[in-house]
Structure formats: structure tokens, C-alpha cells
């Protein structure tokens, strides 16, 4: 009786968050990984492909096959998508920007590789919300990713004060994001809801040669409010310091 094939391993493949040199931001060590690649499981394939294209021109990009895990996530799009790894051929996992599984539907690919027992291997590269959070000067010991808030404005006012509250309680960064043409209007809702004390980080374009960086106080903000954040990536981060933090 024949063994079963040594299963393959499952790659977590970062790509850009902005458009810049690959080399200025990506370790040789991905492209190294995806030289032999023939299967990924990316969340937008288009954009798999023309990463793929940039880190490797010479790498024939037809002969690929891409599993499609963005539009529709659930145990049984993941588990179609590990069908290489237990053939025993390797996979990778490509987001549409950034680290791939976190905040990402890569995540539930990621779950299912492990109840299967498919190595996972973990590659490093651009995070949006880790490089906001480096760079924010709040806390990095106690942190939480929101995701999306409330588009309705009376809820999304109700969300924010129960962040900055949580915040405050926890000495916790609270972080989100907003669909990027809406990111003047979350600003504006931010600066409406929030203590004069709270700080706020605005971290838009990071890793481009555009990147805007920076934490004040919402009293700040107010006086010297950013221009033009719409349709810029931005991770915004919220904390309200306690007497003892200041």
C-alpha cells in the first residue's frame, strides 16, 4: 500500500501597499519563494498576477493557477484552495495589499492548513496597521484592529466614543480604517466625537514617497487638520491617554 504524498507547504506571501521599488520594501526571500510557485490562493487575481509580474518579469504567468479566496470565503473555497498542498505542491497566499490572513480572507485558508497539518510558513513584509502602530507613538503592548466602523454617522459617532472610551480604560491603541474616498469624512467624525485630549494617528500612502505620518491631539487636529486624504490608503489610531500614561 502506497503512503500518501508529503503535503506541501502553505506560503504567506506579502506584496506592496503602495506603488514603489520592490526592493525598497520587499526581502529577496519572497522572490526566492516564489520562483518555483506554480499555485497561489490570492484574493484578487488580477492583482496577483501583476505582482507577481513585478517581483518576476521572466516568469511565465499563464501556466499558473490562482485560487480565487477573495470574493467568496468560507471553509469550502479554502479547503479547494489547499487542494495542491495535499497533493503535496506548494502554495502561496497573496493579499491584494500588504501581509496576507490578517484582516484578510486568507485567514480562513490559513485555519483550514492547519486542521489539515499543512505547514504554514510566515514570510515578512509590508503591514500597514504594524507600521502605523511603529510609527504612531501609542501603545504597542495593548492594541486592537477594528476594521471597518459604521457608515451611518450617528453610529459611527457612538462606535468612536466607545473606542476612545476602551482606550482609555484598557491604555489600549484602538485602530481602524475607512474605505479611502471616505476618509475626509472620518476625519471629520473623529474631530467631532472625540475628547480634545484623545491623540489621533493619521498614517496614509505608507512605504510611498507621499507617506503622511503623524499623531496629535484631537484639539490639534482641529486647528491643523490634513488635506486631501481621500483616496489614500489611511490607517487612523486612537488613544486617550490616562494622568499616569501622559
Not at 20 to 44: G, H, M, W
Not at 86 to 101: C, K, M, N, T, Y
Not at 208 to 213: A, G, N
Request: hydrophobic share 40%.
Amino acid at each position: 500500500m502506497e503512503s500518501a504524498p508529503a503535503k506541501g507547504t502553505l506560503y504567506l506571501i506579502p506584496c506592496f501597499i503602495a506603488e514603489t521599488d520592490y526592493r525598497e520594501v520587499l526581502p529577496e526571500k519572497i522572490r526566492e519563494v516564489v520562483v518555483p510557485l506554480q499555485y497561489f490562493a490570492v484574493e484578487n487575481i488580477r492583482s496577483a498576477r501583476r505582482f507577481i509580474r513585478r517581483i518576476l518579469p521572466d516568469k511565465p504567468i499563464d501556466p499558473l493557477t490562482f485560487y480565487d479566496i477573495g470574493k467568496r470565503s468560507d471553509r469550502t473555497v479554502a479547503r479547494e484552495a489547499l487542494t495542491p498542498c495535499r497533493q503535496g505542491f506548494d502554495l502561496g497566499v497573496i493579499s491584494e495589499a500588504g501581509v496576507p490572513a490578517v484582516a484578510d480572507p486568507g485567514a480562513l485558508v490559513v485555519r483550514e492548513a492547519h486542521r489539515l497539518d499543512i505547514p504554514v510558513v510566515p514570510l515578512s513584509g509590508p503591514s500597514s496597521l504594524l507600521m502605523a502602530l511603529m510609527a504612531s507613538g501609542l501603545s504597542g503592548q495593548n492594541f486592537a484592529f477594528n476594521g471597518y466602523l459604521p457608515i451611518d454617522p450617528t453610529a459611527r459617532a457612538n462606535r468612536l466614543r466607545q473606542l476612545e472610551k476602551r482606550s482609555e480604560a484598557e491604555s489600549s491603541a484602538q485602530l481602524f480604517i475607512e474605505t479611502p474616498f471616505r476618509n475626509g469624512q472620518m476625519l471629520q467624525a473623529i474631530l467631532g466625537a472625540c475628547s480634545p485630549t484623545t491623540l489621533l494617528t493619521v498614517a496614509c500612502d505608507l512605504t510611498s514617497p507621499q507617506q503622511y505620518i503623524h499623531t496629535r491631539s484631537i484639539a490639534r487636529w482641529r486647528t491643523q487638520p490634513p488635506e486631501g486624504l481621500d483616496r489614500r490608503p489611511t490607517v487612523f489610531i486612537l488613544q486617550k491617554l490616562r494622568s499616569h500614561d501622559d
